[in-house]
């Protein structure tokens, strides 16, 4: 009689991540010796995903913009020209990671810089999620957003803000949170943002805005107790997340490691907001945009009295 194999709790992330990947490598060798087995392993990873992981994301590779390329071959060569512009922007900009929640915001983000180009941007995307990833959650994450549109933010008052920011346990998500919150950043200028660009005893995040013809740079400021937050909970924690991860991310990456090492958040986009989606859950028991978080900022500065609050958010 076959006896089941022990599996030991892992007691800290170090011992979770080399857990990881033994059962990853193990799963690896069964398919190769046992390829038969490959749908029952496919059905039970997609049970234990669905019920365990808040969403996903899909990692974009420059195989599938090259294959988007290929596929608008048939085009007329202005129409494949524009496609390609806009969909070559969109993974650079979220961080070659894609889910549904950060396409929503992503397509607002834009259509509060340029509506005509969240449009174009939002064909380009809905072309290549439907022929390339195939997805159909994603494709129908966003909408084409009509020039004219305009996104309304949810309303948000500073006791919600902060019961969300109580309730989420992950240090990383907390930071995360809690910079949207008090810098009233985009959260890819966040995602997007080196460590080097935070500085704690200033307490500024710097923060630099290229597009096409220009690059300029700006700063947002943090509270006293964000900065002690980052300096003695979040910082050690990513420092240690590096180097258990750096191996790991060695291998997928290649020579992508010291980018990915400089990233004031090391983490997937997807894995943050489900740590803070769960937090709304709990706190609040409904969710909205982290992109509403730039409209609290510029509401509660302009009740403290900052001049012209409702119009310092950087919009290009």
């Known amino acids: 009689m076959l006896q089941q194999p022990t599996v030991r709790e892992p007691q800290s992330l170090g011992e979770a991540a080399i857990a990881l990947d033994q059962h990853v490598r193990g799963l690896e060798l069964v398919l190769e010796k046992y390829p038969q087995l490959s749908n029952i392993a496919y059905q039970k990873l997609a049970e234990l995903l669905k019920s365990k992981v808040r969403g996903y994301s ?4 420059r195989e599938h913009v090259e294959a988007f390329e290929k596929l608008l071959k048939s085009k007329a060569p202005k129409t494949r020209e524009e496609r390609m512009r806009y969909l070559r922007r969109a ?39 439907k022929h390339v990833l195939r ?51 985009r959260p890819s200028e966040i995602l997007n943002a080196r460590i080097q660009d935070l500085d704690l005893n200033e307490r500024i ?4 805005k290229a597009n096409n013809t220009t690059k300029r740079s700006y700063i947002a400021f943090f509270s006293a107790k964000l900065r002690d937050h ?17 191996a790991s991310v060695r291998n997928l990456l290649k020579e992508g490691v010291a980018e990915w090492k400089s990233l004031l958040f090391p983490f997937k986009d997807s894995a943050l907001r489900a740590a803070i989606y769960d937090a709304m859950d709990r706190a609040l028991g409904r969710r909205f945009r982290l992109y509403d978080l730039r409209a609290f900022y510029a509401s509660y500065m302009s009740l403290k009295g900052v001049p012209g609050a409702s119009k310092a958010l950087p919009s290009s």
């Open 58 to 61: 899909v990692t974009v590779t």
């Open 91 to 129: 993974p650079e900009d979220l961080g070659w990671e894609l889910s549904a929640e950060r396409l929503q915001e992503y397509i607002a983000e834009l259509s509060e810089e340029s509506p005509g180009v969240a449009q174009h941007t939002a064909k380009a995307l809905k072309l290549f999620i």
């Open 135 to 185: 997805d159909p959650n994603f494709y129908n994450a966003f909408k084409t957003p009509r020039v004219e549109l305009s996104l309304a933010a949810e309303p948000l008052t500073l006791e919600e803000v902060r019961a969300v920011a109580r309730a989420i346990e992950w240090p990383p998500a907390k930071a995360y949170f809690a910079l949207l919150a008090e810098t009233g950043l």
């Open 205 to 208: 995040l710097k923060v630099m």
């Open 230 to 246: 980052l300096r003695e909970e979040y910082l050690p924690y990513r420092d240690e997340f590096i180097e258990v991860r750096e």
